[in-house]
């Protein structure tokens, strides 16, 4: 990442959920690097919380598939900074799973992380954001998978797509105070995304992606600098799509597959 960035959230606070590792650290060190005061926020106390240009972000353990423990949190960064300005919920995540098989509790729980994690939390923050001069922003991280499932992902694709309805429901209740928008995130290289694809399965899925290559961290946390500013204070209830262009239809690969010589 960059030492500087182009937009200055100093004097406002920002609260990252799952925000310890991976696209959620990158988020994070993104708004510290702008200025922004941080709180991150998971279910396991990481080794250092992220830090950029010197500054660290504060960190509280949080399961927020507990509506309480989501209201929770959300106090503690209004209390901590004395104001609440952006929320991105961006934790998530499943591993696959045989939908004809997999149990009820694995799929409570990943409809819980998903879908009902994001509610709890952005319910929250709006009563802190509505009070406030300026109003704030929610920005919701979702998933390519939510538009195109892929087979194992029933549970995960189906409420990443109700995360991207909550989205167009919030924005819609919430104005003009509190602006929703929802980040469409391709495949993102990060330590999951190597452990899921390896070295040679990140080249094999950046061979059908547009911009060939797979997303980097600071391509969606700079998407989320800019939901969160003042350029996009016309935009609620948007789906931004951050996927290098999706994907190269099978359709198209096949046809003009290299003629074997």
Request: hydrophobic share 45%.
């Amino acid at each position: 990442m960059g030492e500087s960035w182009a937009m200055d959230f100093t004097g406002q606070a920002v609260l990252v959920t799952g925000g310890t590792r991976g696209l959620g650290a990158a988020i994070a060190r993104a708004f510290l690097a702008s200025g922004a005061d941080v709180l991150v926020c998971g279910r396991g106390t990481p080794a250092a919380p992220p830090s950029a240009g010197g500054r660290e972000a504060a960190f509280r353990v949080a399961d927020l598939r507990d509506p309480v423990a989501a209201a929770d949190v959300v106090t503690a960064a209004a209390e901590r900074f004395g104001r609440l300005d952006v929320l991105v919920n961006n934790a998530g995540g499943s591993p696959d799973a045989d939908a004809a098989t997999v149990s009820p509790r694995f799929v409570e729980k990943v409809v819980a992380l998903n879908l009902l994690a994001p509610f709890y939390t952005a319910q929250a923050a709006n009563l802190v954001m509505r009070e406030q001069p300026g109003g704030g922003s929610v920005i919701n991280i979702g998933s390519v998978s939510a538009h195109t499932p892929q087979p194992g992902t029933a549970a995960y694709s189906a409420a990443k797509a109700g995360l991207l309805g909550l989205t167009r429901a919030l924005a819609l209740e919430w104005a003009p105070r509190v602006r929703v928008n929802h980040i469409t995130a391709g495949p993102v290289r990060t330590e999951m995304a190597a452990a899921r694809y390896g070295d040679a399965g990140g080249g094999a899925v950046a061979g059908v992606v547009p911009m060939g290559r797979l997303a980097e961290p600071d391509d969606v946390a700079r998407a989320c600098l800019w939901l969160a500013c003042d350029l996009s204070s016309y935009i609620t209830g948007t789906d931004l799509a951050v996927h290098g262009g999706g994907e190269i239809p099978a359709r198209y690969a096949v046809g003009h597959r290299p003629t074997p010589s």
